[in-house]
């Protein structure tokens, strides 16, 4: 072979491998390969504290953060509860309201006039004042298995929350193809019709989805400091990443908070924490979503709104 040939061959090669190189080091290549599942929570924030005000507001405005706080009408303006002005600032700024009932009494222990009241009444309070309300949350969790509260819930609201589960799946695993496992926060979609309260519950799900007050674990002893429940938190916000993609989310915590306080009491979480935690979910890149974002329809069921 010609001298030149094989300079041209050499040259050929190089420059081959140098676009392949290109290629798989260009940003495009590197954000498709490593493309992960969206992160993403909603925060709320129930009871209509003082302190929500006091010292989780200062923490969500710095990382920009929107959350749904739900009232409860006739607590407002009481002794270590917002005033109406807190709650107009929060609308204002950006924040959903959302009704918590006019006094907070279980509802599955109250007359139908009362319960009625208690659901209806509460929206219209906070109309009256200007909020556009579309989500309610059960004071105590209480009634989301009983038909004839939902069916009340049902004709007022557009979505309302309950507790104690720590993801909130927009889908079955099993319509998902999600293998079945035994990991202790996935159990929602063992919701069957194994049981009564399970088949209400699955065929009203727009009105019970699921929150966690993950501060209220340590009134069952599970957490010895903040630092276990700072750990707790991560585990529990991490744990979606297996339902999502890059462009659709599965499952997603909805977080609950109570009093954010120094008073150490069962359904306080101490400022410090609540600010390690925002900034976990700021740092982490998490999108966060308020409960407005949870949208229904009719083929493709509740999902988070874009995803
Ligand atoms: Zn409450």
Redesign the pocket.
Known sequence: MHFFEILTMYCLTVFSLLIIILLFSSPVFIYYSLAEPIKAAIITL??GMLSQYTYAKPILDKYNFKTTF?I?CNSVDKENRMNWNNIQTLEEEGHEIGS?SMN?KKLSKLSDEEMTYEIIESKRCLENKGFNVTSF????NDGDDNKNILKNIADNYYIARTASEPLMFFQSRSDNGFVEGNDKYENQCHYSTKNNKNEVQSSFKRYTITGLSHEAYKKSGEYSDDDEMYEQFIEIVESQTKYNTENSIGAIPILIY?MVDYSQDDYSINPNLFEKEMKYLFENGYKIFQMKDIVYNNEEELHIKGY
């Open positions: 129930d009871d739900y409860i918590h907070h949350s059960f004071p105590y109570h």
